[in-house]
């Protein structure tokens, strides 16, 4: 049962253009959502993240959505760059003291941003 | 990266042996994870610590233990390893609200 999902195994965009990552979830108990980037052979990299009181967080060229109602998040990057391809993942948390930072992932998407 | 060496980084070994993988830590942070990586699943918990000696289960357990004797270190243990083990391991930490930090990854193989 997977309860984040990406559908989109991939995404090629052109530099300077937009990039649109979409993730999907299905427990309604997850309250912090997060976006992480990974590089071959490196471990994954924390991006941005919003907790769900929000709609929006930005930092920079990124921007997270949140859309509580339809379970959807996404991660706008503008203007891409060519260093911005990497695989994308979204995960999720639940609230709890020991359940804290327990993260469920999505499978990822891997972003190509063609010069 | 942000103190934490996860070691081995690269391991071979035969079907019914055991492997431990370590990951340190130099952040004193509480709380630490053990993930694998699968095509198809993105990344999975194992298990996660949330002090010395406080560990419990994540979302695919079965076949793993973990030890937490202090809190720089937290040990994952394959005791029998199996092909299906075949991943790469990412060991993460973190502190109350702070997002999850990574190590670089033990890429194991099991013959």
């Known amino acids: 049962d997977q309860q984040v999902k990406q559908n989109s195994p991939s995404l090629s965009v052109q530099e300077g253009r937009i990039s649109i990552l979409n993730c999907d979830y299905t427990n309604s108990m997850f309250d912090y959502f997060l976006w992480y980037k990974k590089y071959p052979a490196e471990g994954p990299t924390f991006l941005i993240s919003i907790s769900s009181i929000k709609d929006k967080n930005e930092d920079g060229r990124f921007t997270v959505f949140l859309n509580k109602s339809a379970k959807h998040l996404s991660l706008h990057i503008v203007p891409s760059q060519p260093g911005d391809s990497a695989v994308y993942f979204c995960?999720?948390?639940?609230?709890?003291?020991?359940?804290?930072?327990?993260?469920?992932f999505g499978q990822g998407t891997i972003l190509t941003v063609h010069p | 990266d942000a103190g934490i060496t996860q070691s081995p980084r690269h391991k071979v070994t035969e079907t019914g042996t055991p492997v431990t993988l370590r990951c340190h830590q130099t952040e004193n942070h509480r709380y630490m994870y053990w993930y694998r990586q699968d095509p198809g699943h993105g990344l999975r918990l194992i298990h996660y610590?949330?002090?010395?000696?406080?560990?419990d289960k994540g979302e695919v357990s079965d076949g793993y233990s973990v030890s937490r004797s202090k809190t720089e270190d937290f040990l994952l243990t394959l005791e029998s390893a199996t092909s299906s083990q075949t991943s790469v391991y990412f060991c993460?930490?973190?502190?109350?609200?702070?997002?999850?930090?990574f190590g670089d990854g033990t890429r194991l193989s099991i013959l």
């Open positions: 993460a930490i973190s502190d109350r609200n702070q997002p999850q930090h």
């Open positions: 610590s949330y002090g010395v000696k406080d560990t």
């Open positions: 995960a999720a948390s639940a609230p709890g003291v020991t359940s804290y930072g327990k993260l469920t």
